[in-house]
């Protein structure tokens, strides 16, 4: 596989049955910090969230290298709450750190890809499984409406809408799993792969197929089949995939990646 890197920073490598519905606290938009005592953000929290914001829909290109100062006068705070905040997403493995260089966004590579969809896709397929007993008939108008969603390629806000949609959608039928540990490790994985998602959704238009899937997914949820939930959460992944790395290949801008 080619050890390079592009200018994107991608690099080779039936009848329902009863049920007790458990009482579930909402699926939350998105991971985050905990705000400070009193509900305030600190200056540390809101660096955290935009310098987040700007790595996972790639306005911080995966690859591309980061200096103290250079976010500081980014995001015109001091050096101080920037390093705070790096530190963080190192330890969320968004960044990474080089001795007398800097930080860097670290990059992402086909073989990443494959492993995040191997892993989503075994836990996904597991949460609709166990949604089919507990999801409720709010929580399914909700998911409705989510699958709704469309974008429009050249704007950025749609683009950002429709990701935050299809991140909704999957979050809140984890949720519905009733497991917290799968959600946590579920929302894991919808972060680690957002920045796939946008980069995926610059190069082709995914309306059709994600809009069909995800209305297919509230369909079997609303007839309560945990096996067909099961296996339509499967190929829906696998489609993702499949169109993902096929739109990445033959993009021009990665024609040398060897897969």
Known sequence: M?????????RAEGETPAR???????????RSRAP????????????YQL???????CALE??????EAELAQRFDVSKTPVREALATLRQEGFVRTFPRRGYQVVPITFGDMSELFDLRTILEAGAAELACARITDAELDRLQKLADVVYDRAEQPSLQRFIKANRDFHAAI?????????????????DELERFFYLGARLRDVNSETVDDHHAIVEVLRRRDPAAARAIMIRH????????FKALATSRSFAQISL
């Open 2 to 10: 080619a050890a390079g890197s592009d200018e994107n920073g991608v």
């Open 20 to 30: 007790d519905v458990p009482v579930r606290r909402p699926a939350p938009p998105a």
């Open 36 to 47: 400070k005592k009193g509900g305030r953000e600190s200056l540390t929290d809101r660096v």
């Open 51 to 57: 310098l987040r914001n700007d790595i996972l829909t």
């Open 62 to 67: 995966p690859g591309r290298e980061l200096s």
């Open 174 to 190: 984890a949720n519905a799993s009733g497991n917290v540990r799968l959600e946590t490790l579920i929302t894991r994985q919808i």
């Open 237 to 244: 992944n696998d489609l993702t995939r499949e169109g993902l």
